[in-house]
């Protein structure tokens, strides 16, 4: 799981850089919470393809959110959720794969979701 180790280190970064953006970092949480949750979802016989499927929801839902919410006038949330779900891309294989840890794997997921959505929408 140092993937989500990975997310948080870049939520951070992103906040520091981006420091007029308070909502950037929470794509990011958010973008890799998904993309789990998306991993643990689908079955294992496309365990080779999961991180490509996972990013790919993830834009998409990003897209949709946002485009509901604002109009697609800001492309950048929805790229920060994908480098979210891209933070995680091992971890989502892994995930796919099973194992005792899949249960875990989609509480963090779930987490991550929650801390993005609560800081996104939390302000």
């Known amino acids: 799981m140092a993937d989500v180790v990975a997310v948080a ?3 951070v970064v992103v906040q520091l850089v981006f420091r007029q953006r308070v909502d950037l970092p929470a794509h990011v949480v958010a973008g890799g919470g998904g993309a789990l949750v ?6 294992r016989a496309l365990h080779r393809v999961v991180a490509a499927v996972a990013v790919v929801v993830v834009l998409v839902v990003a897209a949709v959110i946002e485009a509901a919410e604002v109009g697609l006038t800001d492309l ?3 790229a920060f959720s994908g ?12 995930a796919c794969l099973g194992g005792r840890r899949r249960g875990l ?11 993005g959505f609560g800081l996104r929408h939390g302000r």
Do not use: H
């Not at 998306?38 to 079955?43: C, D, E, K, R, T």
């Open 105 to 115: 794997v989609a509480a963090v997921g779930v987490v991550g979701l929650v801390v």
């Open 38 to 43: 998306v991993a643990v979802l689908v079955p």
């Open 83 to 94: 480098a979210g779900a891209l933070l995680v891309a091992r971890s989502a294989e892994e």
């Open 76 to 78: 950048g949330d929805v």
């Open 9 to 11: 280190v870049a939520a």
